[in-house]
Nanobody, 115 residues
Framework: QVQLVESGGGLVQAGGSLRLSCAAS????????MGWYRQAPGKQRELVAA???????NYVDSVKGRFTISRDNAKNTVYLQMNTLKPDDAAVYYC?????????WGQGTQVTVSS
């Protein structure tokens, strides 16, 4: 059984920073992609950033230059450093682990950005 435990959400003023963490445990293939999605009220869930086990990354255009995704393969942990946060970044952020067999999701962590 795979579990994802997220931490790091919270309330921040516009222009501030937050760092999200997601630790995966259980039977995890060495070949995988870990990522962060977000969902704001009334909107569809969207991919924010993803990183492969080999280190390749991709970002949604709206966060490029502000967010950085990284991972520690030894700890099966993925991080999302979010800088220069905007009110539009406010959402529930979900960690995702994509294995060859299936996807797993974290419980979500709230990010609130005050203007």
């Amino acid at each position: 059984q795979v579990q994802l435990v997220e931490s790091g959400g919270g309330l921040v003023q516009a222009g501030g920073s937050l760092r999200l963490s997601c630790a995966a445990s259980g039977s995890i293939s060495n070949i995988n992609v870990m990522g962060w999605y977000r969902q704001a009220p009334g909107k569809q869930r969207e991919l924010v950033a993803a990183i492969s086990s080999g280190g390749s990354t991709n970002y949604v255009d709206s966060v490029k230059g502000r967010f950085t995704i990284s991972r520690d393969n030894a700890k099966n942990t993925v991080y999302l450093q979010m800088n220069t946060l905007k009110p539009d970044d406010a959402a529930v952020y979900y960690c995702n682990l994509a294995l060859p067999s299936r996807n797993y999701w974290g419980q979500g962590t709230q990010v609130t950005v005050s203007s």
